[in-house]
């Protein structure tokens, strides 16, 4: 699975981002999409998920502020970051879990397949 992200950058407090994920087509799967984070001397945490059908799932930390989005034709995964706080700072990554959904998809120890991810980082 290739998963390729971009959009990453640097923002002020209050500021807004649009990260993108493109799965390559040759791969593509039913399952879940998800965008995750890291932060230096922090686990990784799950951010936002959607799923084939088209439910979608927040952390609270992110509720009314992220939307994670999807075009099927272009094989892409959008994260709308609006009112970015600096604690949004963080590695993002996409990742894909194939074939499962619902509760599944909350667990980010569940996704093996990643992409590189791009930075976003939050000044105040």
């Known amino acids: 699975v290739q998963l390729v992200e971009s959009g990453g950058g640097s923002v002020q407090t209050g500021g807004s981002l649009r990260l993108s994920c493109v799965r390559s087509?040759?791969?593509?799967?039913?399952?879940?999409m998800a965008w995750l984070r890291q932060a230096p001397g922090k686990e990784r945490e799950m951010v936002a998920h959607?799923?084939?059908?088209?439910?979608?799932s927040y952390a609270d930390s992110v509720k009314g502020r992220f939307t994670i989005s999807r075009d099927k034709t272009k094989h892409t995964v959008y994260l709308q970051m609006d009112s970015l706080k600096p604690e949004d700072t963080a590695m993002y990554y996409c990742?894909?879990?194939?074939?499962?959904?619902?509760?599944?998809?909350?667990?980010?120890?569940?996704?093996?397949?990643w992409g590189q991810g791009t930075q976003v980082s939050v000044s105040s």
């Open positions: 990742a894909a879990l194939d074939y499962l959904s619902g509760s599944w998809c909350l667990e980010a120890s569940r996704y093996r397949n």
């Open positions: 087509r040759y791969t593509y799967r039913p399952g879940c």
């Open positions: 959607i799923e084939t059908d088209g439910r979608t």
